[in-house]
């Protein structure tokens, strides 16, 4: 079916929901960046719901975007620094293990929408109301700490998709957005029923229709239907306090750019009373509510590059909330994202074993730019170094948390394409993957699993030895040799290093990094002696373990 052709169907408004919802999917396929936006937003979905998935799934989902990493990294720092007061954070792992998962779910979620729906051709109206769905988060989440039993990440998350459908609609369907709007102001419909007449089914249904297919949970996609009319009864079970908390949000948000000064008291004493038995919030709380919401998007604002004292709603609101201006300035600059990884390209010929001085350590994060110099690579791992100090020190992360950020730090640090940690099976007398980051690792994984009494090729080697090995090229005539079998045929990564975990004179462990085409790997005596002191934290944290 041409676009043509769904107009007219949703112009003559006989459609059953259903299918209009299959029209309005198929249309949002055909645009270039739906299906990045349901991949991203349904694999987290999907990981939140694992019992088998966690922290090392949502950590390598996040960082298969670098500039989703880099932002939710910024957001991680603002909201460590609210929660205790200093430090830093520069591994997804360790945001994770700070923050929580829900919290990194949650940043991650709002980063992926915003991105995704962001358009030139309309982008300051869908910054508009970006501004307004994340403020109705902020405000559930602010609402929900008050409550018992409420899950603030999930309020957060259910305010955000209230009004999914509608953002969706001016994003893919502009032209149908603004006849909707000059049916419900030239007729004196509701927007339920303009949309439903225009699109053959209302902003409502779309938007719960397109979460169910993203994978969110059923309370939260039942939390998108606005609530009746009148007083809202008080929350019997989880779902309907999301679902309160959705509603009064977003009522919230919606009229303040509706009211007049003059009946800002009336309006919100309304809203108070209808409210009443249900949230708790008084007329005199929500200014404070409001005020600490603003200030909560600010970070977040400013991260994606949305000037919050240009935006009608943000100005509005706070005015509202009794603040002298939305905050941030129009004149401060947004901030670089991290670069993006660079291939190395110089050839080291056959093994290398790796040695390095002292680090020269770097504290400046890496500016945006391609390829990296070394020293935004060192920075990189400097930083990683500092997130595991950090761990080491607290009692309350595990090992496998630890050993995930070491990973993490070295595969963004270096670019590698795989890195992998195995551990030893004393039991079997075997070295096996446990996990690592990179796309396709968990398949990769199952294939590191290689007995410690097989005659030496190149992982005993250097295990038994305790020497880091560089292999630039793996069919080099002098080392061919002494690649396995099991790698060749499963594996097969053209150049790869080798950091050996040995605790007492024993091997405990192996940090392997590859990269798919022979000479791929260099690494300079700087980032050597960083990615060594990477390798010895982790001897450091399985000796505190053990």
């Known amino acids: ?10 112009e003559a408004g006989g459609m059953a929901c259903g299918n209009a919802l299959e029209v309005l999917l198929r249309r949002m396929r055909e645009e270039s960046d739906f299906p990045a936006l349901s991949e991203a937003i349904g694999e987290i979905n999907r ?11 949502l950590s390598n989902t996040v960082l298969k975007d670098f500039a989703l990493t880099s932002k939710l990294l ?7 620094y609210n929660q205790v007061g200093g430090g830093s954070i520069s ?4 945001a994770v293990v700070v923050l929580g998962f829900d919290a990194v779910r949650s940043i991650a979620l709002s980063l992926i929408l915003f991105e995704n729906l962001e358009n030139k051709a309309h982008a300051q109206q869908l910054k508009e109301e970006f501004v307004k769905v994340l403020y109705a988060g902020m405000l559930a989440r602010d609402m929900a700490a008050r409550m018992p039993g409420c899950d603030v990440e999930e309020a957060f998350i259910g305010a955000m998709l209230h009004n999914l459908g509608r953002l969706l609609a001016m994003f893919y369907f502009p032209e149908e957005s603004a006849a909707i709007a000059r049916l419900a102001e030239t007729e004196k419909l509701g927007v339920p029923l303009a949309s439903t007449r225009v699109l053959g089914l209302s902003y409502e249904a779309l938007g719960m229709g397109v979460a169910r297919s993203w994978g969110f949970p059923d309370a939260l996609v039942a939390s998108m239907k606005a609530l009746p009319a009148g007083r809202v009864k008080k929350p019997g079970n989880p779902g309907e306090r999301l679902a309160t908390l959705a509603g009064f949000a977003n009522e919230l948000c919606d009229v303040v750019l509706a009211t007049p000064d003059e009946a800002r008291g009336k309006v919100l004493a309304a809203l108070a009373s209808r409210y009443g038995d249900s949230v708790p919030v008084t007329v005199e709380q929500i200014g404070g509510l409001m005020e600490r919401s603003m200030r909560d998007i600010a970070p977040f604002a400013q991260t994606v590059r949305v000037n919050l004292r240009q935006s009608a709603f943000a100005r509005q609101a706070s005015q509202w909330a009794g603040m002298a201006a939305a905050p941030g300035s129009p004149d401060q600059p947004a901030r670089g994202a991290p670069a993006e990884a660079a291939a190395v390209e110089d ?3 056959g093994a290398s074993v790796l040695q390095a001085p002292a680090p020269a350590l770097q504290q400046a994060r890496p500016a945006a730019s391609a390829p990296r110099s070394s020293e935004q690579i060192q920075a990189v791992l400097t930083l990683g170094l500092q997130d595991v100090s950090n761990s080491l020190v607290d009692d309350a992360v595990s090992i496998n948390d630890i050993l995930r950020m070491i990973l993490e730090a070295m595969y963004t640090g270096m670019g590698f394409a795989h890195v992998v940690l195995c551990i030893k099976d004393a039991r079997r007398n075997t070295m096996h993957g446990k996990f690592g980051f990179g796309d396709g690792v968990q398949a990769l994984v199952r294939h590191f699993d290689f007995s410690l009494a097989a005659p030496p090729d190149v992982f005993l080697v250097a295990l038994q030895n305790n020497a880091d090995i560089l292999i630039s090229d793996i069919d080099d005539a002098k080392i061919a040799a002494r690649i396995p079998a099991w790698y ?8 790869f290093v080798l950091f050996p975990l040995v605790v007492k ?13 022979a000479g791929d790997i260099t690494i300079p005596e700087k980032e050597l002696s960083l990615l060594k002191s990477l390798r010895n934290q982790a001897v450091l944290a399985i000796r505190q373990s053990a």
């Not at 990981?47 to 799934?57: C, L, P, T």
């Not at 060749?488 to 150049?495: C, E, L, N, Y």
């Not at 405990?508 to 085409?517: H, Q």
């Open 505 to 517: 004179g024993k091997p405990v462990g192996l940090i392997y990094a590859d990269s798919p085409r």
């Open 91 to 94: 591994t997804i792992s360790r």
């Open 1 to 10: 079916m041409t676009m043509a052709a769904d107009h007219h169907t949703f």
């Open 47 to 57: 990981i939140a719901a694992s019992d088998r998935e966690g922290v090392h799934a």
């Open 488 to 495: 060749r045929s499963h594996v097969a990564a053209g150049s």
């Open 347 to 349: 050839v080291l010929p």
């Open 74 to 80: 910024r957001l991680a720092n603002v909201a460590y």
